[in-house]
């Protein structure tokens, strides 16, 4: 299956050189796309579809597949339909913002990020301190501002945490167009249908998707797939720079509407960058597992430093968003830097990764909700 042609920004000898080019280049565009904003389209109802109430699962973990998680894990939704306690306006409360990796979908309830930070806080208050993921799996910031601003409007949080770039950077590789640019016309950077990534070839591969009796099976074949290094794309393609520059904008914009809406609530914000897991082949539950569900004619498969260039891009705004508003920012892409144990794939916690990120979080929560009191 044929690859991209290499993006190269400036001829290199090594990889590593041709690493520190790629990420110097995304971390460019990600500069960029702070002078350019687009602005975003008209939000519609959420695409991950409606929250369940009470809706509850128990997940039977191989850790085979799934590392320091489980073996039996319970999924619950409030009546809310969210992950964590009710919030209901008083008291001190923390909304936390995401997707899965906020959710943390195979963990067990009191395991969860949100769980391991309120229980980091609470000790040092002597009211209630309730916390609460508002998070969707796949679901980008742009896709959670209307349903957030719905649900904090009669429910108004003491604080909203925000942990968002792995959705920003999936929805990119996601959704960027195929490209031709070979002689022949054939694209150049495209998803087999047949491969686990492909619009055949994903429909074997996520069934069973967070099914409780699948004991993490479903990450098989995308994780073999990806330690074959199945048409990996190492660079950014020259047609997709244009593409990333809009969805690092939009990104900017919605950062600045999510920034609108916390002050209009009366609600402190503090940001998070998303952490990665290092890359390394397949063994004892762990192992990366890009989440592609890309149609034909649309997407690609980046590999691993592509993958850790795109986030960082995101990365990268949120550090600059959080430093020109004077707001409060966990780097938990910095302390996590390197931390294998923290997660099972390339970016989901195990139990591990949740504690350590909860603490983190909790070390910037706790003054922030001091300042409110």
Known sequence: MPRSSIFNFEPTNSESDRTRSGLTALT??????????IPLEP????????????????????PRWVAD????????SN????????IVGRDLEIIVLGGSTVECSLLDEPDTLVAKLGAETQPVFEQPVRAAALAQAGLPLSGLLTELETFSESRQPTLLVGMFGANEAQAFFNH????????????????????????????????GWYRPGNQGRFLAAPRAAYADRLGWVEQLHP??????????????VSLAALAQLGEDRGASLLLVTQ?????????????????IYAGEGEGFVPGPELTRSLVE???????????????????LAAQLDGCTACFYDQWHFTNTGASLAAAAIAEAVIPVLESTQ
Do not use: K, M
């Not at 460019?28 to 904003?37: K, P, Q, S």
């Not at 047609?239 to 900017?252: C, D, G």
């Open 28 to 37: 460019v565009l990600a500069a960029l796309a702070c002078a350019t904003l």
């Open 43 to 62: 939000l519609t109802e959420n695409p991950a579809g409606e929250r369940v109430a009470y809706h509850h699962e128990i997940h039977q973990l191989d």
């Open 69 to 76: 998680a489980g073996p039996h894990s319970r999924h619950a």
């Open 79 to 86: 009546g809310q339909g969210l992950r964590g306690d009710v």
């Open 176 to 207: 960027a167009p195929w490209v031709a640019t070979t002689p022949n016309g054939h694209p150049d950077v495209w998803i087999d249908p047949a491969s686990p990534f492909g619009v055949t070839g994903r429909a074997e591969t996520y069934r």
């Open 239 to 252: 047609a997709h720079v244009r593409p990333l520059q809009q969805s690092l904008a939009e990104y900017v």
């Open 275 to 291: 952490p990665l897991a290092p890359w390394a082949e397949p063994a004892d539950g762990h192992g990366w597992a890009p989440f």
């Open 313 to 331: 891009a995101f990365n990268t705004q949120t550090r600059g968003f959080a430093n020109d508003r004077g707001l409060a920012l966990v780097d």
